[in-house]
């Protein structure tokens, strides 16, 4: 199959989609992000790599991040973690406050922001540099010592932070968050301003793919139990509360941030990950999304 040619129809398909969506301008940053923007880069378990488009160019991951950090807490807490977050779809907004409420201050699963933010206190419960731990292994893990945060991105994210701030709080009155909240909330906007570009997710999600295991030097990560976990969490959770669109036309797990990223993989195969800035109402890249459908459509891969 000619993954590289397959990629170029998939780009050439999708840019007209161009102007449809809109950027992410609750968080101001942002919305200074040129929309043309579009990448897309394929990776093999063995190494081979096929790339279209913008894919070396840093943007802000925000909730990807989120499974790598849930991966750092399981590795550390795995049975504690579940104690504190459920693992089910939430069915509502990632920053619904509502659901929270009716539910005890236990968010429903730990991508949406509340489950984002009570894996932020698991860390740093359990690290001495939380910050620093969590970049070194996302460093590790996408073979790029060079990834950071964009700091415009950390401050606007805090100036407009008001929503989290309440998620927080409230599951403070619950007892579901044990530090201080001020440092809870440092932390969760730390990981949501990391910049990575579509190579470095590709590389990065190989792990998961792999069953745990990098497949640069074959050193175990996670063990196969958790890695399945942590891929069934992203097919029913990954998308915010469209997570069944996104199984039902890409059909494999995958995570978006409102950056405009998406990565999924192919367990025992491959990752993919695509990145274009404008969003869809639900909060997910509009030419990402038809990107990994057109994808697997093309060429009948997926996990079902």
């Not at 190494?47 to 790598?68: E, L």
């Not at 910050?131 to 070194?136: D, F, G, I, P, S």
């Not at 964009?150 to 100036?159: G, M, R, T």
Request: glycine share 8%.
């Amino acid at each position: 199959m000619n993954y590289k040619n397959i990629l170029e129809e998939i780009k050439s398909e999708v840019e007209p989609l161009i102007g449809s969506g809109k950027l992410a301008d609750y968080i101001p940053e942002l919305a200074n992000v040129s929309p043309s923007h579009f990448g897309i880069e394929l990776r093999f378990i063995d190494g081979v790599s096929y790339a279209v488009g913008d894919t070396n160019i840093p943007f802000s991951i925000q909730s990807i991040s989120k499974v790598f950090a849930l991966t750092l807490a399981i590795k550390l807490v795995e049975n504690y973690v579940w104690k504190r977050v459920g693992v089910e779809p939430s069915g509502n907004a990632f920053n619904s406050l509502v659901q929270l409420e009716h539910e005890n201050g236990i968010p429903r699963n730990p991508f949406i922001n509340a489950g984002a933010l009570v894996i932020s206190d698991i860390l740093i419960s359990n690290l001495k540099q939380p910050k620093n731990e969590l970049l070194e292994f996302i460093r590790k893990i996408s073979n790029n010592q060079k990834i950071n945060i964009n700091k415009k991105v950390a401050a606007s994210e805090k100036e407009n932070g008001y929503r989290n701030a309440a998620l927080a709080n409230m599951m403070k009155s619950f007892g579901n968050i044990k530090n201080d909240i001020d440092e809870v909330l440092d932390l969760y906007f730390f990981m949501c301003s990391i910049e990575m570009t579509c190579s470095d997710l590709s590389e990065a999600f190989l792990l998961y793919s792999n069953h745990g295991v990098l497949p640069n030097g074959n050193e175990k990560v996670i063990s196969l139990s958790q890695t399945k976990r942590l891929n069934a969490l992203m097919q029913t959770c990954g998308f915010y509360d469209e997570a069944g669109e996104f199984s039902f036309k890409v059909g494999l797990p995958g995570k978006s941030g409102v950056g405009g990223g998406i990565v999924a993989v192919l367990p025992g195969k491959f990752s993919i990950a695509s990145w274009s800035p404008e969003l869809n109402k639900k909060g997910n890249s509009v030419l990402s999304m038809k990107a990994l459908e057109l994808f697997t459509t093309k060429t009948k891969l997926s996990v079902f």
